[in-house]
């Protein structure tokens, strides 16, 4: 299978990155390598531009154990959970790690890749690509860097500003500016912290974030992010099925950016005047919060795709909207880390719905948290 690949790489590769298993973005200067999982005996092989790039000899074993005793124990993990997760849901694998070869050297890969069906409908085999990604995180790490470093003045001033305009307000009868200026330090607090998780660091998957937890009735964040999307987009109409307090301990501030990006891809994917409808519902010990839009809806089998990185459905509207297909990778990356979940269906009229789930804090975990 390999040697077929290889020889009908031109001819094919409209299908192969279709499938998934080589990235688009891929040059004809990477270095690309091939491998197949087979599912029921978890024995796993590849090709020698793996064992190049990996610095495997053939001497040394060549299963599953071959390539995760390379990695650290928590991208181990992760990394099993995700081959899991793709085997469960029938979609794409894509995974980019850091790990270090038997001759020491550090390098950061990506894997991809797909199922594949023989007979009865049943997956017997997961294959894909291995690609060295090192010398890209190198170049993408120099880039944030710098990106970082001119974000952080502006935001001081813009912060300073805000906090000296809420003093200024302070005495005043009305209030409305000050809860204003409220949201935007909330804003602003929420993409400071995004420039510390994703521009100070190379773009590792794995790479563990701290998570500034705290108690907070979700309902209530939902209002907020709700009022700004009114004042954005007042050509849309929001509405909210439920306020019963619900609290959750989470990070404030990735799950602001959850929603402003749910409600956003309603909205951009919605005709002017359409209703956006955002519900509550209590699933086991946990809250789902779904985002409901008049779009144009997901196209079948998509379901699942929309959350992999860099992946952009093939309809014409979501090109027009030039989507990076970064947006639903980060709101799935989010809420895994909250230990949520995340899924997305076609509305049944019409439209698309957008879920996640959220942990439910415990009443008698907030009365002895002293909240």
């Known amino acids: 299978m390999q040697e077929k690949w290889l020889s009908n790489k031109k001819q094919g590769q409209a299908t192969i990155n279709k499938s998934g ?4 973005y891929t040059g004809e200067g990477t270095y690309v390598g091939y ?12 090709c020698s531009r793996v064992r190049k790039m990996l610095e495997l000899s053939r001497t040394k074993e060549s299963g599953l154990w071959a390539i995760l005793k390379l990695m650290p124990p928590a991208q181990r993990r992760s990394i099993i959970f995700e081959v899991q997760q793709a085997c469960l849901n029938g979609a794409n694998f894509e995974k980019q790690v850091k790990l270090t070869t038997p001759k020491g050297k550090v390098k950061w890969i990506r894997i991809t890749g797909i199922l594949y069906y023989r007979r009865w409908g049943k997956a017997e085999q997961m294959i894909g690509s291995i690609e060295d990604m090192t010398q890209k995180v190198i170049e993408e790490s120099m880039s944030l860097a710098i990106v970082n470093h001119e974000l952080r003045t502006p935001l001081t001033i813009i912060k300073l500003n805000v906090q000296m305009l809420i ?5 005043t ?9 409220n949201n935007v330090d909330l804003h602003i607090d929420s993409m400071t912290q995004i420039m510390e998780e994703y521009l100070n660091s190379p773009q590792d998957d794995q790479r563990m974030k ?3 937890l705290t108690v907070f009735d979700i309902q209530e964040l939902i209002d907020v992010v709700i009022g700004e999307m009114k004042t954005i987009h007042p050509s849309y109409r929001f509405y909210k099925d439920s306020s019963e307090p619900v609290f959750v301990k989470a990070d404030k ?17 919605s005709p002017a005047c359409s209703h956006i409808r955002i519900r509550t519902l209590f699933v086991d010990n946990q809250i789902e919060i779904s985002v409901h839009d008049q779009g144009i809806g997901i196209p079948n089998g998509q379901e699942q795709q929309l959350f992999q990185k860099y992946y952009r459905c093939d309809q014409k509207a979501v090109r027009q909207k030039n989507s990076k297909g970064l947006g639903l990778y980060v709101v799935k990356k989010i809420i895994q880390e909250h230990e949520g979940f995340v899924r997305a269906e076609r509305g049944c009229e019409g439209g698309s719905v957008f879920y996640f789930t959220l942990p439910i804090f415990e009443e008698k975990k907030l009365a002895n948290s002293g909240y």
């Not at 003093?167 to 005495?171: I, K, T």
Request: proline share 4%.
């Open 210 to 212: 701290q998570l500034n």
């Open 173 to 181: 009868l009305n209030k409305y500016p000050i809860k204003v200026l």
């Open 35 to 46: 491998w197949k999982l087979m599912l029921g005996a978890n024995k796993l092989t590849f």
């Open 167 to 171: 003093n200024q307000f302070a005495g």
């Open 21 to 24: 298993i080589l990235p688009e």
């Open 253 to 269: 501030y990735q799950i602001i950016q959850v929603l402003i990006n749910y409600i956003t891809n309603a909205v951009n994917f």
